[in-house]
């Protein structure tokens, strides 16, 4: 099974997108409050479309309302208008130089369009507006981490922390960069504080579930993983990791409970459905194997090429012909992959096609001499009474034998072996 590397976890740039929009403070006239209001209404329903068309009205007729192009901005936001969002945090903060949730916005917009070096402008002048805000410290650290500056992110996530230390969401960003740092020892006395301080963090338990999977810890992962999965029911990557660490344990029966669990939930089904199919072939379950495998042919993040790994689990249940099937597709896409063609060979040893399975162990052999093959290739010259060439790899296999202890256990009974081959050629 490949381990496939845990996803990151990085806690939310923007710690609330939730606003309480005060009208009374900036607007007097009553039309436009009840437009303002009716904008927001439309915004907190998620019609950021008629949110937008209100706001327009609005403009239209008051052009200086720095909260009104902060709305706007919001709404653009959410639609996804990164470009729109920005324009109109601009123009709220050309009314407002110090309005800090348009910084905010603006730098998150920046950061969805990969703009990192605006986007921390941004932020630097928040922190000039407000210089003990641990989240404004959190936020740069964000974007510093996401541009792969991990001494810039470490040092701006300890800052914050200094400033509170009850940010949680600081502490585990901490340790997600020690973390990617292999430093897994302060990475875990971080997520233990933070899970001290908030026995709700559902990211503190993945990242510390993901600490003991790479160490091998997979009670404690399967424990942490279980927590989470508590905290977020609707995530599946919780319960699927649950169920590599399953495997990983040889409890194929638990895993394959958390795969299927875990497909009800997933928008990207195919590593689970392949990793279910290896769960399956390791519980002798092989027909369900070859029907998840034959979900996700086209799956190419796996330890073996569905190809390969189908032909595999049709060669162990006997499905010879099947597995030549598969084995020929996959040599189509690599030809040199040496295993395949072996098994190839041996797909075809079992079906009597026996010249076919002399071309494909002389292939192997060309690469390397391997002691099994030369035997193969013997018994399948015996079967179709090519003695003299059976003799020849049977002599080729002692040659290799002579210095290796476990072969040389085989020595005495190929050297009858080719006593016998010469019987049947004196006949």
């Not at 001499?369 to 030369?374: D, G």
Request: charged content about 25%.
């Amino acid at each position: 099974m490949k381990k496939n590397s845990f996803f990151a976890i990085l806690a939310a740039f923007l710690l609330s997108l939730n606003q309480v929009w005060a009208v009374d403070s900036f607007l007097e006239n009553e039309e436009h409050v009840k437009l303002f209001n009716q904008a927001v209404s439309y915004y907190n329903d998620g019609d950021y479309k008629k949110s937008v068309s209100t706001i327009n009205e609005l403009l239209a007729v008051d052009s200086n309302i720095p909260e009104a192009f902060n709305l706007r901005g919001n709404a653009h936001y959410s639609l996804g208008f990164y470009d729109l969002a920005i324009h109109d945090f601009t123009e709220a903060i050309k009314l407002n130089i110090k309005y800090a949730d348009a910084y905010r916005m603006r730098a998150d917009s920046y950061r969805n369009q990969k703009k990192y070096d605006l986007a921390i402008d941004d932020i630097n002048k928040l922190i000039e507006i407000e210089p003990g805000n641990s989240n404004f410290y959190y936020n740069r650290g964000v974007l510093y981490e996401e541009n792969n500056d991990s001494k810039l992110a470490m040092s701006d996530y300890t800052k914050s922390i200094t400033l509170n230390p009850q940010n949680v969401n600081a502490i585990v960003a901490r340790a997600n960069v020690l973390y990617g740092l292999n430093d897994f020892k302060q990475a875990q006395i971080d997520l233990d504080n933070a899970i001290k301080i908030n026995p709700n963090s559902s990211n503190a338990y993945k990242l510390r579930a993901a600490i003991n999977f790479k160490l091998n810890n997979y009670d404690a992962a399967i424990n942490d993983y279980t927590k989470s999965a508590k905290l977020e029911p609707h995530d599946a990557q919780l319960v699927y990791y649950r169920g590599v660490a399953y495997f990983e344990q040889h409890k194929y029966p638990e895993a394959i409970l958390d795969f299927t669990d875990a497909l009800k939930n997933s928008k990207h089904k195919e590593p689970i459905y392949y990793n279910r199919a290896v769960a399956y072939y390791y519980s002798n379950q092989y027909d369900k194997a070859i029907d998840d495998i034959g979900k996700i042919m086209n799956y190419q993040d796996g330890a073996m090429n569905p190809y390969e790994l189908r032909g595999n689990i049709y060669y162990v249940s006997g499905k010879y012909k099947e597995a030549v099937e598969d084995y020929t597709k996959m040599l189509a896409i690599e030809p040199n992959r040496r295993e395949v063609q072996k098994n190839r060979a041996n797909s075809y040893y079992n079906l009597k096609k026996y010249k076919e399975a002399i071309a494909d162990y002389t292939a192997v052999l060309a690469a390397k001499k391997e002691a099994e093959v030369l035997h193969n290739r013997a018994k399948a010259y015996t079967a179709l009474e090519m003695y003299k060439e059976a003799i020849d790899d049977c002599t080729s296999f002692l040659d290799l034998a002579k210095n290796d202890n476990e072969l040389s256990l085989y020595i005495e009974d190929v050297q009858k072996e080719i006593e016998y081959l010469k019987y049947k050629m004196s006949k």
